[in-house]
C-alpha cells in the first residue's frame, strides 16, 4: 500500500477508531508533523495520552482516545492562508463558531487557529476537528 500522506493516514486512523468506539488508536508510519498535530489535539482535549513506541521500522504512536471527536479529517490541498483569512476556512469546514478547530502550520510551529489569530499570523491549513 503505497502512502502519500502520512498526515492524512494518521487523521483517518483516529476518525475510524473513533466511530468503532475504540479507547486508544495506533498510528503508524509518524513524522514530525503527525505528533505536533497530536499535540495540538492533545492541548485541547479531543485525545489523551500519546505513547511512542520505536519498533525499529519508523516508530509508531498509541493515542488514548476519549470519544470527543465528532469528525476529524485533513485539509487537502493544503491551502495557505493569511492572518485575515482565517475566519473564511473556519466558516468553511467548522460547523458553528466556538465549535472544533482547525490546526495549521505556522512560522512557529503547528497550532490552532485560535492561537493562530491571538498572535496574528497565517500558514498552511492541515486539518480541521471537532
Known sequence: MVMLDILSNALIQIKNAEIVGKKQAVIWPVNKLTYYTLRVLQRYGYVGEIEYIDDGKGG????QLLGKINDIGPIRPRYPVKY???VQWEQKFLPARQIGILIISTS?????????KERKIGGVLLAYVY
Open 108 to 116: 512557529q510551529g503547528v497550532m490552532s487557529h485560535i492561537e493562530a
Open 84 to 86: 485575515r483569512e482565517i
Open 60 to 63: 509508531k504512536y498509541i493515542v
